[in-house]
């Protein structure tokens, strides 16, 4: 059954270092998204992704982030200069339609020091 | 206030027991989707629902739409279902999702 991938399953790094999320969607997926949960609180949207362009994003979704599909499979999240705050599993997801159903990635947990 | 409140936020239940979740929302909705989170973090989704009822297996999801409430509905109960379960609704016109702050199910053999 295809499933979406994330890599790496954990990440720590200091404050102020770059961090890149990778993420492999469904193959024949169009829509892609990113979202995040702080330990202990609810899931939050991040950043929807669409024809190469991001279609919505979060008050969360500030200068720090970008995303990007640089191939035809892989989706990244990029935090430019990460804060104790971005602490936090990070999950990708894609859908095959608008709005569809998604299929979660397993997560990867970011740890900040 | 919270867009998407969540009932009861724990629940512990026995084995075989008949298990109700409950979702309400504020806001205008175009689909409600149900998601169960295990302890590992993984999320799968379970439903996606914008009117009437779906079933699947031993769950059943309902929803409400002119009340702005949704129910999950387990049957028999079983261990395996011990996880926590979000409610998470689709903004109108949007491809954002807002969740609730899920319900923890501990089933109890």
């Known amino acids: 059954e295809p499933e979406v991938t994330q890599t790496p399953s954990h990440q720590v790094t200091q404050m102020g270092q770059e961090v890149i999320l990778r993420c492999v969607p469904i193959?024949?997926?169009?829509?892609f998204y990113w979202y995040r949960q702080i330990l202990g609180q609810k899931v939050e949207f991040l950043v929807s992704?669409?024809?190469?362009?991001?279609?919505?994003k979060s008050e969360i979704f500030d200068d720090q982030f970008s995303v990007e599909r640089p191939d035809g499979s892989n989706f990244t999240l990029k935090i430019r200069s990460t804060k104790l705050e971005d602490s936090a599993m990070y999950f990708c997801a894609s859908s095959a339609t608008h709005g569809g159903v998604r299929f979660f990635g397993p997560g990867t947990r970011l740890t900040v020091l | 206030k919270n867009e998407v409140e969540q009932s009861p936020q724990n629940l512990t239940a026995q084995e075989g027991e008949f298990i109700t979740i409950n979702c309400s929302y504020s806001?205008?909705?175009?689909?409600l989707h149900w998601l169960q989170q295990h302890p590992g973090g993984g999320i799968v989704s379970l439903f996606m629902?914008?009117?009437g009822k779906k079933k699947h297996g031993r769950l059943i999801a309902t929803i409400n739409i002119q009340e702005k409430h949704s129910s999950l509905h387990i049957t028999a109960s079983h261990p395996r279902d011990s996880a926590v379960y979000i409610c998470a609704v689709q903004i109108q016109g949007a491809q954002k999702l807002v969740f609730g702050q899920g319900t923890r199910l501990t089933i109890n053999p």
């Open positions: 193959s024949n997926h169009l829509y």
């Open positions: 992704f669409y024809n190469n362009e991001i279609s919505e």
């Open positions: 629902l914008s009117s």
């Open positions: 806001v205008g909705i175009s689909a």
